[in-house]
């Protein structure tokens, strides 16, 4: 069996702002993968933040929605 390291991230992001969650997402990815980990896992909503989700309109929502892996969340 293969060892599999897993590494866990968090960090406070800011409402609304996806390039500065994003840009925190790869600077914690870079820093685990230099590590030694396979896997890094976020907290939920980390791209986007809760507070900043609680009051838009379902319309808005499916605005802010991407597409999976071709969304700007996902690299290629």
Known sequence: MNDLN????QFQPKDGDKAYNLS???KLTEKAKSQGAG????HEMC???YTF???LSREEMFELA???PNGTSTPN
């Open 53 to 55: 989700t609680k009051d």
């Open 39 to 42: 896997i890094i896992s976020f």
């Open 6 to 9: 897993l590494a866990v991230a």
């Open 66 to 68: 991407e597409e999976v």
């Open 47 to 49: 791209v986007t933040a």
């Open 24 to 26: 925190r997402i790869r």
